[in-house]
């Protein structure tokens, strides 16, 4: 089993930055690719940015340009820096990761943009 526990969302301005984090615990050696997935109201969750234990990522493409995703292996963390937001990144977003052969999730984080 792997635990995630997000931080960093909150209500920002269009234009604005957010820096999340997520933190894993448990079987935290199996673990593959660690990233990010995100929900708006209404619609399905859909990938924002993951990285593999290798470190090769990969990125919406709404994400590309504005957002970056980033692993600490040796704390067991990810993040993802989130610039120049927009009112469509509004949405609560989850921290994901996989390992033996099994999906895990956060508990989700609301992240709010104003126009």
């Known amino acids: 089993q792997v635990q995630l526990v997000e931080s960093g969302g909150g209500l920002v301005q269009a234009g604005g930055s957010l820096r999340l984090s997520c933190a894993a615990s448990g079987t935290i050696f199996s673990i593959n690719h660690m990233g990010w997935y995100r929900q708006a109201p209404g619609k399905q969750r859909e990938l924002v940015a993951v990285?593999?234990?290798?470190?090769?990522?990969n990125y919406a493409d709404s994400a590309k340009g504005r957002f970056t995703v980033s692993r600490d292996n040796a704390k067991n963390m990810v993040y993802l820096q989130m610039n120049s937001l927009k009112p469509e990144d509004t949405a609560v977003y989850y921290c994901?990761?996989?390992?033996?052969?099994?999906?895990?999730w956060g508990q989700g984080t609301q992240v709010t943009v104003s126009s």
């Open positions: 990285m593999s234990s290798g470190g090769r990522t």
């Open positions: 994901y990761t996989n390992a033996v052969g099994y999906d895990f």
